[in-house]
């Protein structure tokens, strides 16, 4: 079974994060959130989520793919953390998926490992941010090589199912995506 990492920082949105770990879950996969700080996690609008455990517990141990929720400040949050961009680091060193939606992908051009890579994030969030290293989309779920991302609440979605066809095949994503009750 794959194993994923969620990190959960504070002002992240909920929407995404909660849409991500439920179907992940309902594939199977086990996730592991994990928040930056002891203590639950308030996100943007107010909802206040309980991680499974804290960051520094799970540092050690090896995850198939990690997850970066958006929302901010959460992703601002995220990006200030080194623990995540170690995070990001290891797993561009063992090619493994990594994968952020909304504003997350600013922690991935942050981190600059990902240069020469498609990626979309909301609109503007990248606004203040060199990238021209990178190269941008409008589509509602990018993905380059094991580099997954999407633009926002309204992708969650698309984007958690593509991350379970990426872990599981395509498959188990239509065998979760059924009940769902998509038009």
């Known amino acids: ?101 909304c504003a997350a992908p600013k922690v991935l051009v942050a981190n600059g490992s990902i240069n020469g890579r498609k990626l979309t994030a909301y609109p503007g969030a990248l606004a203040s941010m060199d990238t021209s290293k990178v190269t941008l989309t409008r589509n509602p779920v990018e993905i380059d090589g094991n580099i997954i991302t999407s633009r926002g609440p309204g992708t969650a979605l698309d984007f958690a199912l593509q991350l379970i066809e990426t872990l599981l095949g395509k498959a188990t994503r239509d065998q979760v995506e059924a009940p769902l009750q998509r038009p």
């Open 1 to 101: 079974m794959p194993r994923v990492l969620i990190p959960l920082a504070e002002g992240c949105e909920e929407l995404e994060a909660v849409t991500i770990i439920d179907l992940l879950r309902r594939a199977q996969v086990e996730v592991i959130s994990a928040s930056l700080c002891s203590g639950p996690v308030k996100c943007s609008r107010g909802t206040v989520l309980l991680a499974d455990r804290e960051l520094s517990e799970v540092m050690a141990e090896h995850f198939d793919m990690v997850v970066l929720p958006g929302g901010l400040p959460g992703a601002d949050h995220l990006n200030a953390d080194p623990r995540i961009h170690q995070l990001i680091n290891q797993q561009v060193a063992a090619n493994k998926p990594l994968a952020a939606i």
